[in-house]
């Protein structure tokens, strides 16, 4: 265009000069007619209106521009912000609507490639320009860039951005993105330094590291740095290999690798095993795979190592031999010391494949052979018959049971197979009464009962499968509860016979689990033995068993007359000295009543206490609990009105428990002869006792109830605490200076109870002079109690 204005000839220069002249001179003159601003409005409507003029308003609505004069100040406010402009601060210069502005923008953007519009800025190519050389410099400066940064810092899209880095590379931009993540600009000097560098550093290498270890410490790039190492190894400049993926991986170089198969193979060989923690510290994760891929063959892969021929050899050897001399051996002095229980148990089952019916593995590293085992059973065979006759005394009933247990099995299986026999015996009935055509049921009608006869044929058949399965279920119930009935000894006694007997084995933990193993055998044995025992001796019991009823008979008959005179006594009493005498009697005669007929339930239900117990009431409350029906509650109530405070209800449950129903006891009614010679007895035995007795308390007891059978011609059996209240009663009964003894001894006797119960500091504050003194009362006091009990005796025979 410059070059066509300097063409112009002379003569236009002249026209532009005369007509600048004309315009200037216009300019300066004034105007002899002005147009008001209304009419100015007025003209541009009527424009407007004959649509001879187009225009855009401004948003306070003062101004009118045209579409051109938009245009125009879009591309200048562009060009004074530096070729980047946001389309809403344009608006705002502008002071017109936004429609228009963007309006205007796209048919600018559309018309002319200069422009572009993104995420609603204009932008033009000399900004774009300007970008593309501040990124070369922080390029060249950085060596690498993050697309991401760079988007950040001026606020663009990183897409736009990346499509704008690939137009300007190898122009503007001296560099290259990332082959893989297109996301890193790099310098070619940065990439060879860095390759550089990561050669280097993997070539130094000589044990596994973490690769992510290298690149944190070094500061490696890691966008680029994975690619990079590939292509190292793939071309042979790094010899090493790469387990795992980015962050997990791990770079083994080849030197370790040879020299850690080395080390393997020579341990291995020499020690015949290897550890698998030993793997694990030479960087073997999975040690049974690696042995499995390395040594393929005549290799055992145990729990926690890896063992070759030479050991499997050894410890084979080993067993045989034992099985030979029917014994058995520790193998754990044969294997290494880091064998685990379960390494040696592994290579014991893997040895006994072959002879596993000929021995039995213990402790997960003892082998013993079957002979042996039968050699221990056989200790205990002597014990079977001794311990046999023992229980039998002590639980018959058990053994009672299991006898008519057996006797049930041998009768149903005498003539043949008992549940065929019961099958053929369904099939029998099952088949008389279908094949009749007559009468009622359904033989009466033949041509429409066919099809019903087969289904009620094919219920009949499962009826007895059924039937079959539980008979086959109660078998195995009975057999499971037979087994139940008697043990032989316990574990530990098994354990403690073996370990006196076996001399030559010292490991207690072998014993325990040859224990173990032997305590079902000899508990079956053991009730076969017992069986053949009970049968023997069950003659001889049902002889003596009639003797002995007559014997309980006999006790019950003289504790309960003994206990009918003592509640004549007791009746004399009132209050609460009555009830406590009814509860003092109860526990001691009533008890021993008790007892007596327990036994005897005992004995007739065929159960009995061990060696050396008594009946107590705990032991009640056990029988009890086996007994059933009428018999248990009739002794549970006996045994329950021991603790109350009735007597005539202890005797009502006694009579029920010894009637014909029960136990069956004759209780015989006392006569008076019989009666006068309990009281003699008991009053020649309570002075018998009282000229033995030294202690200052039981001889006030007995001195006292002595006096009151002397005074009332009955019986008492009063506990030591009712000892004050039977003074209180003797005190109108006996003469004053008599009660004047017991009180005064009675005093000396709580004197002396309460010292005796004094603690040993308190006891040291009391002058030995109080001691000796009140002993000495204590022993004169006893002597004048025992004279005055003589004296009373003849005077009270003299009245008589």
Known sequence: ???????????????????????????????????????????????????????????????????????????????????????????????????????????????????????????????????????????????????????????????????????????IIRGSLDPINRDVLFTSAFIARNIAKIRGIFSAVTRPVHVIQLIAQYGLPEKFFYSVLETLMNTHRLCGSIQGYHEKAIFTPDIYSKTQTNYIDSFFNQNGYIEYNTLVKLGINDGQQFMKKRFSGNILLLSSCCVNHHIIDQVDAAIQDSLLNKSFIDIKPLVPSPFSNEDTNMLLQHCLKINKNSATVFCERVVSSHAYLDHCKQLFYPLMKQKANKD???????????TRKEKIDVSESGTGDGKQAKKDERNKKANSGSGQKGGGGRGARESSTKKTKNKYRERLKGNEKENDENEEFADSKKISTSSQLVNFFSVEQIEEVLKSELKDCEDNEFVHEIASYLFRPLTREYQNVVKDVFVSTAGSVSLTKKNSHQDYQEKVNGLLANMKLFEKGLN??????????????????????????????????????????????????????????????????????LGGKDLEDFFIQLDRATDINHCDLAIKKMDKKKERQILFNHRQSLIDQLDNETDPAMGLHLACVLLFQYQTGMLLHAPGRCVPQLIAYLEKRISDSDHKILHEYQQLVIKHLVFKNKTPESECLDSTDSQDNSSKCLSEGIILIKQMVKNFKKTHQEDL
């Open 572 to 641: 004399l009493f009132e209050g609460e000295t009555r009830i406590l005498l009814i509860k003092h009697l109860l526990k001691t005669i009533g008890t021993d009543i008790v007892n007596v007929i327990c036994e005897l339930v005992a004995s007739e239900h065929l159960m009995s206490l061990s060696e050396n117990e008594v009946f107590t009431q705990d032991t009640r409350l056990k029988l009890l609990n086996k007994l059933s029906g009428d018999w248990k509650e009739v002794m549970t109530k006996l045994n329950s009105s």
């Open 392 to 402: 039998i005394k002590t639980s018959p009933a058990l053994f009672a049971e299991l």
């Open 1 to 171: 265009q410059q070059q066509k204005i300097f063409n112009m000839s002379a003569s236009d220069w002249e026209e532009i000069k005369r007509l600048a002249a004309d315009f200037q001179r216009a300019q300066l003159c004034e105007s002899l007619h002005k147009l008001s601003e209304r009419n100015c409005i007025e003209i541009v409507n009527k424009l407007i209106k004959l649509k001879l003029l187009d225009v855009i308003y401004t948003i306070d609505g003062k101004e009118y521009l045209t579409p051109q004069q938009v245009e125009k100040e879009i591309r200048d406010e562009l060009s004074v912000h530096g070729g980047r402009i946001n389309l809403v601060d344009l608006q705002q210069i502008l002071n017109i609507d936004l429609s228009h502005i963007e309006c205007r923008v796209n048919d600018l953007v559309r018309g002319d490639r200069h422009f572009i519009l993104i995420q609603g800025q204009l932008l033009d190519k000399d900004y774009l320009d300007r970008v593309a050389e501040e990124i070369n410099e922080t390029l060249q400066e950085a060596g690498q860039v993050a697309i991401a940064d760079i988007a950040t810092s001026f606020n663009l899209s990183a897409d736009f951005l990346l499509s704008v880095i690939e137009t300007k590379l190898g122009t």
